[in-house]
């Protein structure tokens, strides 16, 4: 396309000179990673001053399952495999392949929430609720912050395979792909923050 003029009013118009989309996008989001550090950030430092104050409740070891919690961090961790592999056959071109391993990713992902689910309704069961102390508010408000951000990013997984399926690997299309990435392997390294400070530590 030839790079010409057209006058609009007293002003001229370069069409070559127009801003990039896709650079704007990339900005804001990591804008709103940066966000969601800070609240991630804050969480951790809340249960880091609240996770020992028991009130003559259960403890940590108490009601940790270590192995159940192990599996879902691999459920997470692989997700985040799969979706590399969803890159890589976007980056072939490869439509099927990478609507395959986006589903696939979405199978973790739903597999870590559910399992996720299971905990929060166990605890609830033995009668470690939110209210029992302070250590169980911080630590629920803390992982189910995590879980809500799952969700949102399978609903959005969900809504992304659509566009894939309607407009193909389109340069919007990727676009977003490549933000969703981001945020999946921000949740990875959130997790393995959550896991460490709160599961781990609170088992030893």
Known sequence: MSNHTIS?????YHPAHEPHPENGTSLGFWLYLMSDCLI?????????????SYAGGPTGAELFDLKLVAINTAFLLLSSITFGFALIQRQKGNLGGTQLWLGITFLFGLSFLAVEIYEFYH???LGATIQTSAFLSSFFTLVGTHGL???FGL???????????KHGITRENTRRLMCLSMFWHFLDVVWIGVFTFVYLMGVL
């Open 8 to 12: 609009v009013g007293q002003r001229e």
């Open 40 to 52: 991630f950030a804050a969480l951790f430092a809340t249960y880091g001053v609240l996770g020992r």
């Open 123 to 125: 605890l609830y069961h």
């Open 149 to 151: 951000h799952v969700t």
């Open 155 to 165: 609903i959005w997984l969900i809504v992304l395979m659509i566009q894939l399926n």
